[in-house]
Structure formats: structure tokens, C-alpha cells
């Protein structure tokens, strides 16, 4: 959790201190794989890939080494697409689109339900940030806008969680739409849900 919580706070070295402490308590236990996780997203948004790709190849050996898991609805159970919506977020945030956006449609394809209804809500909406951001990168403020405000219509919401990443598409329709009414108001939007929690 000391991980979870420098990550939302943005106290990278945090992540990397809390993880690497973890993964020494419990090298071999499930909840290692969540920790390698974790420090490939500190190390993503330190911008050091080289780091990220260590701390995620570490996490994927101790996945495969594990047997499935029963209860997926643990939450510090990882099971292969958990894993895969972690590297989303590192491979978004080291620029790398086609990853970061590959790993979000499956995300999205393995929390749908063959009815259509959404499991893992908090996962389905940061995945569709990263289809967002993929867009906004490419120059699409209309479809970047959509999948931000599709994000945020979600039910069950981790606000901290959510607005974090959300800040990383704002931050782009900042730089690159600002003076666009579409991208002003996904901007008005965030900021209206900042100041609310």
C-alpha cells in the first residue's frame, strides 16, 4: 500500500524505496509480482526505461512461475491481464503509443463480459486515458476528449488514481489544444473534479 500511496502523491522515489522493501519481505509471495509492478511504474515516471523494462520482466517471470489464480477479485492478486494494464500504464508514459495502446484495447477486451458489462471499472477507465493520450499525441482532440470523459463517467471510482493519470492527457490538450473549445472544457472539466475531492 506505501507504494500504491507514493504513486498517487507522486513520490516516485517513494514507489521505488516501498517496493524494493516489499519485494525483500516477501521475494516469492503473489504480492511481489504487484511490487515488481509498481517499481516499473516509478521507474516509468523517472523516465528511465531501461529500469521500467527490468522491473516489469521481473514481474512477468514471477507471474509465469505462479499458477492462476482462484480469486481474481483480490486486490492484491495478479493475474496476466492485471499485469497487462500495469504495463500499460508504464509503456504510456515512456511514449511508447503502440504498446501503451495495444495493452489498453485488451484491457478493455478482457473486463468486458461476453453481455457487454464492465468488469474492473477503475482498469477500463484508465485504459481508455491511454487511448486518449495515444489520440491526443497523434492530434486528435476529439477522440482524446472522448475517451477522457468516457474515463470519468465510470461507476466505481479510485479519484486519486483517475485524476492522476487524467492530468497526463490534460496536460497534453493543455500544450497542444488549450485555445481549442473542446479541449477547454475536458480542461474546465478536470479542474471542476479536482477541486470537488
Request: aromatic fraction near 8%.
Amino acid at each position: 500500500m506505501c507504494a500504491w500511496f507514493a504513486l498517487t502523491t507522486g513520490d516516485y522515489r517513494g514507489i521505488l524505496a516501498a517496493s524494493q522493501a516489499g519485494t525483500e519481505a516477501a521475494p516469492s509471495h503473489g504480492v511481489a509480482v504487484q511490487l515488481a509492478a509498481q517499481e516499473a511504474k516509478g521507474w516509468a515516471r523517472l523516465g528511465d526505461r531501461r529500469q521500467t523494462e527490468v522491473a516489469l520482466d521481473r514481474g512477468r517471470k514471477l507471474l509465469e512461475g505462479m499458477p492462476y489464480p482462484e480469486n481474481l477479485d483480490h486486490h492484491f492478486v495478479v493475474d496476466p491481464a492485471k499485469f497487462d494494464f500495469y504495463a500499460m500504464d508504464c509503456y504510456r508514459l515512456l511514449g511508447e503509443d503502440r504498446f501503451a495502446e495495444n495493452l489498453a484495447h485488451e484491457v478493455i477486451r478482457s473486463g468486458t463480459d461476453f453481455d457487454g458489462s464492465e468488469r474492473s471499472p477503475m482498469r477500463m477507465a484508465e485504459a481508455r486515458i491511454t487511448l486518449g493520450v495515444v489520440a491526443a499525441r497523434q492530434g486528435d482532440l476529439d477522440q482524446a476528449v472522448n475517451y477522457g470523459e468516457w474515463a470519468l463517467k465510470g461507476d466505481r471510482q479510485s479519484l486519486p488514481s483517475l485524476l492522476m493519470v487524467s492530468r497526463e492527457l490534460a496536460a497534453i490538450i493543455n500544450r497542444d489544444f488549450a485555445a481549442e473549445p473542446t479541449g477547454r472544457e475536458y480542461l474546465d472539466h478536470l479542474t471542476a473534479l479536482s477541486r470537488a475531492n
